[in-house]
Structure formats: C-alpha cells, structure tokens
C-alpha cells in the first residue's frame, strides 16, 4: 500500500498526527519506490500506529459487542450469528 500510494487507515491516522517534519518525509516518500517503504515504516512507528490501531480495533469491538448486547436479545438467533461473525472478524485482524 505505501508503495502504491494507496489512502489507507495508517496513512490517514500518520497525517493526522505527525508533526512538519514527519509529514514532509511521509509526502516524500509515500507512493514511491520499494526503497522508500522503510522511511514510511520508521514514521509509522515513531507515531506509535500500531498501538493506535490497536486501541481502534479494540473500541470498535467493544461498541459493536454493546450494540450487540442492547439491541438483540437472547433467545434472539440474529444475536448468535452476529456474535459468530464479530468473535471470527475479529480474530482475523489479530493474525
């Protein structure tokens, strides 16, 4: 995705955080060749991302438990698959 210069959630949260400096080598190196995914990489963890993602991840799981929780009862099979799905879902992102 760095390479390619696609707009994805790291990107978005990079720009939202990083100081000028940061930002100048995020829009230097961003989009460009191989060699410069490193330079993007470094600032991703400067920015700490993957514990912001992480704490993103954790958010959305827990409102959508309590959506889960407040909208569907029981005895409800809707809730069972919906807790299915998100239990699946969510276990995915953290391979």
Do not use: P
């Amino acid at each position: 995705d760095i390479n390619d210069g696609r707009c994805t959630w790291l990107i978005l949260k990079a720009l939202q955080r990083c100081d000028s400096t940061q930002r100048a080598i995020l829009e230097q190196n961003y989009g460009t060749n191989k060699t410069k995914e490193t330079t993007v990489q470094s600032v991703y963890t400067e920015l700490n991302l993957k514990s912001v993602l992480e704490d993103y991840r954790q958010q959305n799981l827990t409102d959508v438990q309590t959506f889960i929780t407040d909208n569907f009862t029981s005895e409800n099979k809707v809730k069972e698959v919906m807790e299915h799905l998100l239990t699946s879902t969510h276990a995915e992102l953290n391979l």
